[in-house]
């Protein structure tokens, strides 16, 4: 086999660039349990013995500490003066309590990490591994990961790209959040919307317990409600909005759960599809956004997808025709793209 030195040495690039990444993963979480990147955006322009005063850390653990963010991009270093700081862009995306908490996200890999032999070997059996036993960690990831888009754009822009949907909320709907997590997506449609009365519902019992401590935590006590339940199952009928953020393709049974979510409508209701972007054919999603939702969806979604007949693992890079089979499939008639982001598609579906 001939090797072109040039291919081979770009692939090593890639490789480098990736084990790189994997601690700066490592690094990240830390900087966020830490609250290394407030320390620095309290005391910038800092020396690592300022920051590590603030964060009430060792001193050489900070310098190295920095001197990695630096090398990967996340804080910036002064030669000059030997001193490390964020630029409004970092401190936005890293350190701010009311911006993007991009750490957070690292905290879902490394989750993943600690169960990698049982995950293994439900690859190499075909098997399946369930969300709920994954590592706490995961679950606190997933939603720090999607609520900074739930906060931008649901209210903004995507609730209003729905037909006739935000005017009901306003005026008063019966609303069920499916697969609600931390309820994230929940507490924002029940404070942007108190007339409506909103409902989250999640299979994993530990995931109910803290949306319910969130919720008491922002001060909106009874403002919402959370309850254990399937997709499938989940109780109440006329509803004028059901919503399902970022979880149908990891369900064995998504048609099954459009089907009972379509059943569960006022027959002029309104299904909210939020799922990670994707499109329809394989090369055009081998793109970043595409590679971080592909290896996440093999050891997460379709690990758990696995674990129930019919076992569809839709895989979170479904797309928006296959999306869009299931829910025609679940007896839907009127479906289309209300909205996108770069992270997420957006469809409308009515009965």
């Not at 653990?61 to 003066?81: C, H, I, K, N």
């Not at 931390?182 to 109910?208: K, M, N, Q, V, W």
């Amino acid at each position: 086999m001939a090797v072109d030195e040039d291919k081979l040495n770009e692939l090593l690039g890639t490789f480098v660039t990736d084990v790189g990444g994997s601690y700066q993963a490592l690094s990240a979480v830390i900087g966020d349990r830490l609250g290394l990147y407030r320390s620095l955006l309290a005391v910038m322009p800092g020396t690592p013995a300022e920051v590590a005063a603030e964060a009430g850390v060792g001193e050489r653990y900070m310098r190295e500490w920095l001197q990695g963010q630096a090398a990967g991009g996340y804080v910036t270093y002064d030669p000059a003066t030997g001193r490390f700081s964020l630029t409004e862009e970092q401190a936005f995306a890293l350190a701010s309590p009311d911006g993007m908490q991009i750490a957070a996200a690292f905290l879902i890999p490394v989750a993943v990490a600690k169960n990698i032999e049982r995950i293994t070997e439900a690859m190499r059996t075909n098997g399946g591994f369930a969300w709920h036993d994954h590592d706490p960690a995961l679950f606190e990831g997933t939603e720090r990961f999607f609520r900074p888009g739930y906060v931008a754009n649901l209210v903004s822009s995507w609730i209003p790209a729905l037909d006739g949907v935000d005017e009901k909320l306003r005026a008063g709907a019966k609303v069920a959040d499916v697969g609600c997590g931390h309820g994230a997506s929940t507490l924002l449609l029940a404070e942007s919307y108190p007339r409506s009365e909103i409902t989250g519902f999640d299979y994993h019992p530990p995931s109910i317990e803290q949306a319910r401590r969130h919720m008491a935590d922002a001060g909106q006590g009874g403002r919402a409600t959370f309850d254990v339940a399937t997709a499938a199952d989940f109780p109440g009928t006329d509803y004028d909005l059901v919503a399902v953020f970022d979880a149908l393709h990891d369900m064995p049974d998504p048609l099954g759960a459009a089907t009972h979510i379509r059943e569960s409508l006022k027959p002029d209701g309104t299904f909210l599809l939020v799922e990670p972007f994707a499109n329809d054919r394989v090369e055009d999603n081998l793109n970043p956004v595409g590679r971080l939702y592909y290896g996440a969806s093999a050891v997460i979604c379709v690990a758990h997808s696995m674990t129930e007949e019919p076992r569809t693992a839709l895989g979170a890079q479904a797309g928006e025709a296959r999306l869009a089979e299931i829910l025609r499939d679940a007896g839907f008639t009127r479906i289309r793209r209300a909205a996108e982001t770069p992270f997420n598609l957006i469809l409308e579906a009515r009965p």
